[in-house]
């Protein structure tokens, strides 16, 4: 008895792959936007240390 025309399974698109892969990719946060992120991480840290500095009365 064959299947019906419903049943018959689809062979995967060869495209489909690839276009997976350009999705994830481009959900994902881009290298210059990890690097502002953390240059301004560590510059937070430098500032704290100065206005530390500052409120014991040390200017130098």
């Known amino acids: 008895m064959a299947k019906h025309v419903i049943d018959q399974s689809k062979p995967a698109a060869p495209q489909a792959l690839p276009r997976f892969v350009q999705i994830e990719r481009a959900m994902r946060p881009h290298q210059s936007t990890k690097a502002l992120v953390a240059r301004m991480q560590k510059?937070?840290?430098?500032?704290?240390?100065?206005?530390a500095r500052i409120a014991r009365g040390r200017t130098t």
Do not use: K, V
């Open 43 to 51: 510059r937070a840290g430098d500032r704290l240390a100065a206005y």
